[in-house]
């Protein structure tokens, strides 16, 4: 393996493994938190408060979030650059697989951005984000709206097959026999997780709208 190659190899290795933790992980407490818009809105603006009284926030929001998430998108496009797009021509269920992870990590860059400027800077700064604020800005057009529930859906569907991939990569799972048996667990867990999100999505209009 020359230096080339073997760089790569460790960068996916540390890729998908960012994508895991801290990524995957924050994924995950940010669905947690956001679950509160089912008990309406006032729990909703009470856990955006607590969030908001964290000590060292900020620091935990640039080391834990922002720069793993940038660290993980810009190993993710020296990967896009450095392999080949050849879908159509062998569209077996590793090379659709590996596509997808890469468009949907192309999307997912740009609504991050997007909902990140949406919610912290697209308002006045001494405005407070509230449940109310958070439902005026998604529900502001049909177009934001389908927008944000792709982005769950995309982001569900990312996050789990990174996890399969994270499982193979690291050596965890190994064997035709449980790779099969990894799939299908990753594929309940990207349903539940899917589920999840889109309920979230739909709480944010029937309990605090």
């Known amino acids: 393996m020359d230096n080339d190659n073997s760089l790569l190899f460790w960068l996916k290795k540390l890729q998908s493994l960012i994508?895991?933790?801290?990524v995957g992980v924050f994924l995950c407490i940010h669905f947690s938190i956001n679950s509160f818009a089912e008990k309406g809105a006032e729990a909703y603006t009470n856990s955006i408060l607590f969030i908001r009284s964290l000590p060292l926030l900020f620091f935990l929001e640039v080391g834990g979030i922002f720069i793993p998430i940038i660290l993980h998108a810009l190993i993710g496009l020296l990967i896009i650059i450095s392999g080949k797009f050849n879908l159509f021509k062998f569209p077996h269920w590793a090379n659709i697989s590996f596509s997808f992870q890469r468009?949907?990590?192309?999307f997912l860059f740009l609504f991050i951005?997007?909902?990140v400027w949406h919610m912290?800077?697209?308002h006045p700064a001494d405005e407070m984000l509230t449940a109310r604020i958070v439902?005026?800005?998604i529900s502001e057009n049909i177009v934001i709206s389908i927008f944000y529930l792709i982005g769950i859906i995309t982001a569900a569907y990312h996050l789990l097959n990174g996890l399969y991939n994270f499982a193979i990569k690291w050596g965890i799972i190994c064997g035709q026999k449980a790779r099969k048996f990894w799939a299908w667990v990753c594929f309940a867990l990207g349903l539940i997780f899917t589920c999840w999100g889109v309920h979230i999505w739909w709480m944010v209009f029937t309990r605090i709208g």
């Open 135 to 137: 439902y005026s800005k």
């Open 113 to 115: 951005g997007y909902h």
């Open 103 to 106: 468009i949907t990590g192309l």
């Open 19 to 22: 994508g895991i933790v801290p």
């Open 120 to 122: 912290k800077f697209s």
